[in-house]
C-alpha cells in the first residue's frame, strides 16, 4: 500500500500521540478511505519504520508498612549476639498443637487468647489459616492476632512445616 507524504505524516502523528494499530486501521479508513486488515496495518506501520508506543504500565502502590513494635536491645556481653538471643516481649497467646490432626487439615491446634478467650485453629492444604471461637461471633484483638500468627509460626515451625 503505497501512502502520499501527508498520509504518512498523519500516521507518524497519531503513532507520536500513540495510537494503537486498531485505532490507526480505523483512522485511516475514517480520513483517507484506506480499508486495510489489523494486518496490512501492521505491515505498513512497519515499512514507515515506525513503532507503536507501548501503554505505561499501571503505578504500583505500596501497601503502608505495618509498625512493628520495638525489640528490646540485648545487654553486651562482648560476645556476638545470636539471633535467637533477640526474643519479642512476652506473649499471653498461648498456641499448642494437636496430636492427632483435624480431618482436612495438615495441622491443627488450640489457642488461648490474652482475654481467656479459646478458639481451634487448622492449617489446611491449601495453606489457608481457620481460627474456630469456642463462643460464637468472638473477635480476638489486633494484638492478639498477631501474636497468634508469632506463636503459630514458632510452633509448625518446630514440626518442620
Given at each position: 500500500m503505497k501512502l502520499d507524504d501527508n498520509q504518512r505524516l498523519a500516521v507518524g502523528?497519531?503513532?507520536?500521540?500513540?495510537?494503537?494499530?486498531?485505532?490507526?486501521q480505523n483512522r485511516l479508513a475514517a480520513e483517507f478511505g484506506l480499508k486495510l486488515?489489523?494486518?496490512e496495518a501492521r505491515f505498513l506501520v512497519d515499512d514507515l519504520k515506525l513503532t507503536p508506543k507501548d501503554p505505561e504500565?499501571?503505578?504500583?502502590?505500596?501497601p503502608p508498612a505495618i509498625?512493628?513494635?520495638?525489640?528490646?536491645?540485648?545487654?553486651?556481653?562482648?560476645?556476638?549476639?545470636?539471633?535467637?538471643?533477640?526474643?519479642?516481649?512476652a506473649s499471653k497467646v498461648a498456641v499448642s498443637v494437636d496430636q492427632i490432626t483435624r480431618p482436612g487439615a495438615?495441622?491443627?491446634?488450640?489457642?488461648?487468647?490474652?482475654?481467656?478467650?479459646?478458639?481451634?485453629?487448622?492449617?489446611d492444604q491449601t495453606g489457608r489459616l481457620g481460627v474456630v471461637p469456642k463462643q460464637a461471633g468472638y473477635k480476638p484483638?489486633?494484638?492478639?492476632?498477631q501474636q497468634f500468627q508469632?506463636?503459630?509460626?514458632?510452633?509448625?515451625a518446630k514440626l518442620g512445616y
Amino acid at each position: 500500500m503505497k501512502l502520499d507524504d501527508n498520509q504518512r505524516l498523519a500516521v507518524g502523528k497519531w503513532i507520536a500521540e500513540g495510537a494503537k494499530l486498531s485505532e490507526i486501521q480505523n483512522r485511516l479508513a475514517a480520513e483517507f478511505g484506506l480499508k486495510l486488515t489489523y494486518m496490512e496495518a501492521r505491515f505498513l506501520v512497519d515499512d514507515l519504520k515506525l513503532t507503536p508506543k507501548d501503554p505505561e504500565p499501571p503505578k504500583v502502590v505500596e501497601p503502608p508498612a505495618i509498625a512493628q513494635p520495638p525489640v528490646a536491645a540485648p545487654v553486651s556481653t562482648g560476645a556476638v549476639p545470636v539471633a535467637d538471643e533477640v526474643l519479642p516481649p512476652a506473649s499471653k497467646v498461648a498456641v499448642s498443637v494437636d496430636q492427632i490432626t483435624r480431618p482436612g487439615a495438615l495441622v491443627s491446634g488450640k489457642v488461648t487468647f490474652s482475654d481467656g478467650q479459646a478458639a481451634d485453629w487448622y492449617l489446611d492444604q491449601t495453606g489457608r489459616l481457620g481460627v474456630v471461637p469456642k463462643q460464637a461471633g468472638y473477635k480476638p484483638s489486633a494484638a492478639d492476632v498477631q501474636q497468634f500468627q508469632i506463636a503459630l509460626e514458632r510452633e509448625v515451625a518446630k514440626l518442620g512445616y
